[in-house]
């Protein structure tokens, strides 16, 4: 689920605003983030006329978690964070990346709050710029809450299936990063919403 208001609310699993009316003078939450979009699969013409990019799948959302102090009959908004889309594969170009994931918080976004993963298909350490590459995770230190994990990391593409992207960091709570797609030419898949269990994978 993508936010849980303990004793009060069962959950949310629709991106979006909705309104949460308070029975208690506190509530425990738990958020995550949108997972990152896959990068959609390219044949890279530019630089060789038979290659073909397998996109790199999407970063997994974050999790965040927190006791929230409110007022009985008061309203508060939960923000549920959606998923990335995916990238539109193409032949001719270097990169068809996927979108970031949506946050995710509740009653303000500095309350409660979970980051989005990121989208498949970006830069390497080394400056190589590729649909390939995996998207990073949500991470702990842009998320707001008593208790934080990332999100884990999307799997890169390659020439068959890409590997399967990692549990989230610090403990099974952050969304795993989504797997590489096969080695074609395709869109990628939208992340999903509000960190599910895990981003979305590749084209």
Known sequence: MSVIVYEALEGCVI????????????V???????????????NDIIHNPVAVIAGGGGGGGAYSEGIVTTIPGASYT?????????GIGTSGVVIAP????????FGSPTTVLAVGGKHGGGTSPGGTTSSFFGGEGGQLADCIG????????????????GGNGVDGALGPMGGGG?????????????????GGPAGGIAG
């Open 28 to 42: 425990r939450v738990r958020c995550w983030g949108g997972g990152g979009g896959g990068a959609g699969g390219v």
């Open 178 to 194: 989504g797997a590489g797609g096969a080695g074609n030419i395709g869109d990628g898949y939208p992340g999903f919403v509000g």
């Open 78 to 86: 939960v923000h549920v964070g959606a998923g990335g889309a995916g």
């Open 15 to 26: 991106s979006g605003e909705t309104t949460f009316i308070a029975s208690s003078t506190s």
């Open 98 to 105: 996927g979108v970031d994931g949506d946050i995710t918080w």
């Open 146 to 161: 008593t208790t934080r994990h990332s999100g884990g990391h999307g799997g890169n593409g390659g020439g068959g299936y």
